[in-house]
Structures are given as structure tokens and as C-alpha cells.
């Protein structure tokens, strides 16, 4: 057992607010890349690509659309709910050191890909075990990270010249931090708390009874 392995994952915070801005060392950034790159995709597929984001019009113009679509979603909420999400910061496109976006190409190892004939969203669950490699590399390295899910796929894939084909799964903000929450945003202000382990294991058959 490696206990370190355990307590990366245990540490491990979607970061929104603890981002210092200070530098990324490049090694340190290919390292995390590397061990993205180092997920199983169905069938070798490897179905990724990471656009290295710096530019600041560029993050600028994102975290823009950004407070759009905050405010859509703030507008479907009322009364307590609405009241607890007012309170809650939701990405750190500007604080970050820089943002990796990942990407899913469908086509990647086609015609056959091995694996993927039953399943159409295989290659997609790569694309997510890529991510989850990068967020705790990112974690050993003492970086945070937070996803950004607030946004419109086609503006996304607009801004930063992304083809047709290809489709956007996950602004990443990266960077150096003050520190990690010990416990999860959404957890500390009250939005939802974390289910038990008991709560969703199910032996044999699902056990519908347990939703």
C-alpha cells in the first residue's frame, strides 16, 4: 500500500479562491501534462489534447462568459438556495497561474477502435481519467486546480480555434496556492454534503432502494 497515494487523493480540492498567481516551473507543468498523458484510453486511443491557456485578454474574455452563465444558472434559484450560492465563488480564471483545456477528439484511432463498439462514450471516460491524473499530479506537486463548468461548449470552442470535431471537456485553472481547504467548498457553504460510502455500495444488484 502507498499511503501517500491515499492522502493525494484525500487532499485533492476543486480550488476556486486559494490561488497565489505566482509562476508554474515548466518541468513542474510537463510533469502533470505527462502524467495526464499517462491515463488508459479504450483501445490506445489516447483521445486527448491540452491547450496550454496564458494569455490574459484570452482568460478575460472566458471568465466574462463565465459571470453570463453564473448568473443564468443564479436566476433559476430562490430563497435559500439562492442565498447560499451568492455566497459561493466559482472559478479562478483570473487568480490562476494559467488554464489547461481538455479536449476529446472522437476520431482519434478510428476507424476501430478497440473497445469502443458497445460503449460510444468510452473514449469520453478516457478523456476523464486524463483529467483525474492531472488533478492529483497537480495536487503532489502542491499545485491547485479547479474546473470551470460554467460555460457554453460552442463559446468555448470559438475562442480558442478549437474544429468542429472536437469537443471541449474542462477549462482547468493551475497554479501555485495558499493552501487546501480541508474540507470542499460546496461542503463548507452548505450547498451539499458528502454521501456516506455505505450509502452507495450495492452487492449483487442495485439496490434502487438506496437512491
Not at 495526464?36 to 474574455?61: E, N
Not at 472536437?166 to 480541508?182: E, T
Request: net charge negative; glycine share 6%.
Amino acid at each position: 500500500m502507498d499511503p501517500g497515494l491515499y492522502e493525494v487523493i484525500n487532499r485533492r480540492r476543486d480550488v476556486r479562491a486559494e490561488f497565489t498567481g505566482e509562476p508554474v516551473d515548466d518541468e513542474v507543468l510537463r510533469r502533470v501534462l505527462a502524467a495526464a498523458h499517462a491515463a488508459p484510453s479504450v483501445g490506445m486511443s489516447q483521445p486527448w489534447d491540452f491547450v496550454i491557456v496564458r494569455d490574459p485578454l484570452t482568460r478575460k474574455r472566458f471568465h466574462a462568459h463565465v459571470q453570463e452563465e453564473r448568473d443564468t444558472f443564479a436566476s433559476t434559484l430562490d430563497g435559500e438556495r439562492a442565498d447560499t450560492f451568492s455566497r459561493i465563488k466559482i472559478d479562478g480564471v483570473l487568480d490562476s497561474t494559467l488554464s489547461v483545456v481538455v479536449t476529446y477528439d472522437p476520431e482519434r484511432g478510428s476507424p476501430a477502435v478497440l473497445g469502443r463498439h458497445a460503449i460510444a462514450d468510452a473514449g469520453l471516460y478516457s478523456v476523464c481519467l486524463a483529467i483525474q491524473n492531472l488533478w492529483l499530479a497537480a495536487t503532489a506537486e502542491d499545485l491547485g486546480v479547479g474546473w470551470v463548468s460554467f460555460y457554453r461548449e460552442e463559446y468555448l470552442r470559438d475562442l480558442l480555434g478549437i474544429p468542429d470535431k472536437i469537443r471541449p471537456i474542462a477549462w482547468l485553472c493551475v497554479g501555485p496556492v495558499a493552501g487546501l481547504q480541508r474540507t470542499p467548498d460546496l461542503e463548507r457553504h452548505g450547498w451539499r454534503s458528502r454521501m456516506p460510502l455505505d450509502a452507495v455500495i450495492h452487492n449483487e444488484r442495485f439496490s434502487a432502494e438506496r437512491r
